[in-house]
């Protein structure tokens, strides 16, 4: 892993100084008076410099050129512009859109009767349907139209691209490998010739794919690492997460885990900056193959997890577009047949002008007819549109519904099969010692306390499941009656003494044992039994947790204070938040689900309170429940 991460800072050292000198250059043109035609032309390659590199920067620069080619009127700036936009949201994974642009390229360069500019968008068409939407033949024919164009114009630096391009094809689905194999050599070579990094690491990786594919391992991965430092020295990051993440593979496939791991981890830290989402996707499946093998279940579990839902995560994505694009081709299609009606329209209202000239009376009927046939109608669609509207919204409310019974379902599964599922198998393995007489009295003694904090953690856990599960799919209930909150700590204070006792740590009660509040007590005895309970678990052997109350003028607060081991305000907001499910080990490693404190804090809520976090990192928490003062029934104090 050290080797790895080694090679990665001297690559970033490569990148850094590599180019600074180039696009140093280029930005102090761009700083300079230049305007006009060769400013949109400086834009589009600075786009192109950072693409690979910096794409928010590419973005925005290819934004700025397609502005400026349009206000000049400079039809081929904007064909330049666009085709950098196209490129971007290729990257981006965006492929409907990137298709769109590319296919107004197509439509200025068939305009201008512009060859090299039709061959451009040819190539990043292609580009979308082959590592995008993954239509191999749609991709391959784009790149052959575009690797003739480009021939025929002895556009060399183009011939390398698109070689990179189809030998990848073949590659990818190990098909006419010699013939790969030969288009990636002619791209070698005319990189090579022209100083060309980026399509020289190109077609370096097809080379790689080839050899992956015909199980000649090592030679993949001289080539990969010839790849990595091609494409180091032309700032593409891209490439070099993908070759990171095919390494990865490899290691796998010589059932070399450990290596795929730190290859897997390395592609995945490079791309994640970039939004490299499929080679990400391909990093989570081959770490929890890796993991599995090494038998590390649970971050094998973890990264199958991730894969899962950033591969269905893609799928539904990549399924979308395919139905936009193909929506698109159904509207092409749709208007060129509305043309030919409307031409055969034009033939029909010629003829018609003549009867309408010998009938006049009767088409005077006939349209008074028509006005009547299409208020009724118009009135109709009304009807029917408002039908629609209304079912509309109760499919969405229903959708709405679906999506919160299921995300309350993924977390359910997430806690039980993670949270749950290691205490629980923990103490199924202690009890079956226990029941084999397999541990001794003295053994069994200091196994207890161990047994009693999975148990009283394995119940705190299904009691927040419980609760938190039904206010998600039922909504929240009350049952208010006055309590008595001193029984209701001393209650929660007998459940958590022993495990007190173990940290040596004391419980202190300090509530007025005659005060009263008007809420729902079970609800308020879960709350206490949290918060104590997470006072417990944060706080170092021999410390205090205290519990008592602070009375004002308009409110009243419970407080639960200890001197443990505190937060940040960082902390404290992820712990506070509805989206994050935030835990940390407790002092002893106690484990959690990281839903007790928000669920504490919606039933404060609900009950017309709020819950407040005071804390400082070393010296202790101080959770804070606030009521109004007319909550509180009757005290002595």
Not at 71 to 94: I, V, W
Not at 229 to 251: C, F, M, P, Q, W
Not at 604 to 621: A, F, I
Request: net charge neutral.
């Amino acid at each position: 892993m050290i080797r790895a991460w080694a090679s990665n800072l001297i690559l970033f050292i490569t990148l850094c100084f590599g180019h600074a000198q180039t696009l140093d250059s280029l930005e102090s043109l761009l700083q300079g008076n230049i305007t006009g035609i060769p400013r949109v032309n400086l834009l589009c390659d600075l786009s192109d410099k950072y693409l690979a590199y910096k794409p928010k920067v590419a973005l925005q620069y290819a934004n700025d050129a397609l502005k400026l080619s349009k206000e000049l009127g400079y039809k081929k700036g904007e064909a330049l512009a666009l085709n950098r936009k196209s490129d971007y949201e290729f990257r981006q994974s965006n492929y409907a859109e990137a298709a769109e642009i590319s296919t107004e390229v197509v439509r200025i360069a068939t305009e201008m009767n512009d060859s090299l500019m039709l061959a451009n968008a040819y190539r990043v068409l292609g580009n979308i349907n082959n590592a995008g939407l993954e239509r191999y033949d749609v991709a391959e024919d784009y790149q052959l139209k575009a690797y003739n164009i480009y021939s025929k114009l002895n556009d060399r630096i183009n011939v390398a691209a698109t070689c990179g391009s189809l030998s990848w094809i073949y590659a990818m689905t190990n098909r006419e490998l010699a013939r790969a194999n030969a288009l990636a050599n002619e791209g070698v070579m005319i990189s090579r010739e022209i100083k060309h990094y980026q399509f020289l690491g190109y077609n370096l990786n097809s080379k790689a794919l080839i050899y992956k594919q015909l199980n000649k391992l090592d030679s993949a991965l001289i080539y990969l690492d010839l790849s990595n430092e091609a494409a180091s020295r032309a700032n593409d990051l891209t490439v070099i997460s993908y070759n990171n993440s095919i390494k990865g593979d490899i290691y796998l496939d010589r059932n070399e885990p450990n290596k795929a791991i730190e290859f897997y981890s390395l592609a995945m830290v490079q791309s994640k900056p970039l939004a490299a989402r499929e080679v990400i996707k391909n990093a989570y499946k081959g770490l929890a193959s890796a993991y599995a093998r090494i038998g590390d279940h649970d971050k094998a579990y973890e990264n199958l997890i991730a894969h899962n839902q950033l591969k269905d995560s893609l799928f539904n994505q990549h399924t979308t577009q395919r139905a936009i694009m193909a929506e698109k081709a159904f509207q092409d299609a749709r208007q060129k047949s509305q043309i030919a009606e409307l031409q055969l329209a034009n033939e029909q209202e010629r003829t018609g002008k003549i009867i309408f000239t010998i009938l006049f009376g009767v088409s005077i009927i006939f349209s008074v007819a028509i006005y009547m046939l299409v208020s009724r109608n118009a009135r109709s669609r009304k009807i029917v549109n408002q039908q629609l509207e209304e079912k509309n919204e109760e499919i969405a409310k229903q959708n709405a519904e679906l999506v919160t019974v299921n995300n309350t379902k993924d977390k359910l599964f997430s806690i039980v099969g993670h949270d749950l599922r290691s205490p629980i198998t923990s103490l199924k393995s202690l009890l079956t010692m226990v029941a084999k007489n397999e541990v001794s009295p003295e053994e069994f003694k200091m196994i207890a306390p161990k047994l009693n904090r999975q148990v009283i953690g394995i119940n705190e856990t299904l009691e927040n499941i419980l609760h938190w599960s039904k206010s998600q799919l039922q909504g929240w209930t009350q049952s208010v009656d006055n309590c008595s909150l001193h029984e209701l700590v001393g209650k929660t204070k007998e459940l958590f003494q022993v495990v007190a006792d173990e940290k040596n740590i004391t419980i202190e009660n300090k509530v007025d044992p005659n005060l009263s509040i008007h809420c729902d007590c079970n609800q308020l005895e879960l709350i206490l039994r949290n918060l104590i309970h997470n006072a417990i678990k944060y706080t170092p052997a021999g410390g205090n947790v205290r519990i008592h109350t602070i009375s004002n003028d308009d409110s009243f607060e419970i407080c639960v204070s200890d001197n443990g081991i505190g937060m940040t305000a960082s902390q404290i907001e992820k712990l506070l938040s509805r989206h994050d499910t935030y835990t940390t080990p407790g002092t002893s490693g106690e484990k959690g689900t990281g839903l007790g404190i928000y669920l504490c804090k919606e039933m404060v809520e609900y009950n017309g309170g709020s819950l407040t976090v005071e804390s400082q990192v070393e010296k202790g928490t101080t959770f804070k429940i606030s009521f109004k003062a007319e909550k509180i029934l009757s005290s002595t104090a």
